[in-house]
């Protein structure tokens, strides 16, 4: 049994990858704001839950979960989350701020996350984890040192590595250096691990130092055997349909400027606002008889024919994301932006299973 913890967690990228591979594992913790944020400081919120813990006795973790829940805005990760994986209550975090993984210490295999890309270009004083304070990335190379997992899997965008002329970089593999691991990475495309999307993102794997592993060989590329019609639907609701504005600037380069891509064997990069501020991936396809009688689409001409154009829905991106029997639970544009927010779960796929090549995992 493989226990797995993941912080940054969104909609359970890595988690999906353990289901889809059928290995057997536990998930000892998550965490994620859902994109919510608390209006107070950092240091007024630890007075905060200093003065309730003496006055209620209620603990660090209730305390935070409350002033979420006084924003009055749901935590939609999470919604899509407890939907898909087996996961309590207790394991579950509001604010990476404010999980300890000193509780945990020892008790994980593998920890994944991907925080946030923050400007680092006041740090690099070469003062370790303290270069990095103020920074998501600090809570997360903190929980890295306090729990000790046998490996970790960093992932980020990939200008992390140019990010503020590559000083960035150099803090961030001094921080993981620091904490006693090696250190092994590159930049993977998910089309080359049969997904049909250009998605270049950079992955870290932490191995601990004491393990002994010295070298690390990432996956190898695989051949793409499906494009990205494969993962489209068949029939699909009127209501994903563009109308007169939106088929001209899908279609009209003029208009759109490059940010619309149609009919593509390989999309695009999938992001967070793909679908809801018309930029990112459409489809052009011939008008179905009950679309010229539908005030709501549009029927127009592309390549001299008669055409619709219509949105991805959100299972499509979910698919071409690599996810797989996804639950959703949320309303559309939520699950657009927990799409594009994810992780593609086939190099994940590939990466652990190239981990467990090296590393025994679980018992």
Request: charged share 30%.
């Amino acid at each position: 049994m493989i226990k797995l913890a993941t912080a940054f967690s969104g909609i359970g990228a890595v988690e999906q990858a353990f289901k889809q591979l059928g290995l057997e594992h536990n998930i000892v913790f998550a965490c994620d704001n859902g994109e919510r944020y608390l209006k107070q400081s950092q240091e007024e919120l630890l007075d905060i839950i200093k003065n309730e813990s003496k006055k209620t006795g209620k603990t660090q973790k209730q305390v935070i979960e409350e002033l979420y829940d006084q924003t009055g805005k749901i935590n939609y990760v999470k919604k899509s989350y407890f939907a898909n994986y087996k996961i309590t209550e207790d394991n579950w975090y509001e604010d990476v701020r404010f999980l300890s993984g000193i509780p945990y210490a020892g008790k994980v295999d593998l920890f994944v996350g991907g925080s946030p890309c923050q400007s680092f270009s006041t740090y690099g004083k070469k003062r370790g984890l303290e270069d990095t304070r103020g920074t998501l990335f600090y809570e997360y190379a903190r929980l890295v040192s306090e729990i000790k997992p046998k490996v970790f899997i960093y992932e980020n965008v990939r200008g992390l590595l140019s990010h503020d002329s590559g000083r960035t970089w150099k803090t961030i593999s001094e921080v993981f250096d620091s904490l006693n691991y090696q250190i092994f990475y590159k930049v993977l495309d998910a089309q080359y691990y049969d997904l049909p999307q250009m998605r270049k993102r950079i992955f870290v794997v932490g191995i601990r130092k004491e393990l002994g592993i010295t070298s690390f060989e990432f996956p190898e590329r695989k051949p793409l055997s499906k494009k990205a019609t494969a993962y489209l639907d068949a029939d699909v609701p009127d209501e994903y349909y563009l109308p007169e504005k939106g088929f001209k600037w899908v279609t009209e380069w003029e208009r759109n400027q490059g940010k619309a891509r149609v009919n593509r064997d390989i999309i695009g990069c999938q992001t967070a606002v793909q679908q809801i501020n018309w930029s990112g991936d459409f489809r052009i396809e011939k008008p179905k008889p009950s679309h010229y009688t539908n005030p709501n689409i549009y029927v127009g001409k592309y390549n001299g024919e008669d055409a619709v154009a219509r949105k991805l829905t959100p299972d499509e991106c979910l698919r071409l994301m690599g996810f797989k029997d996804f639950k959703i639970v949320n309303e559309d544009r939520i699950m657009y932006r927990q799409s594009g927010n994810s992780i593609a779960v086939p190099v994940l796929k590939a990466l652990i299973l190239q981990i467990l090549k090296y590393v025994k995992l679980g018992d």
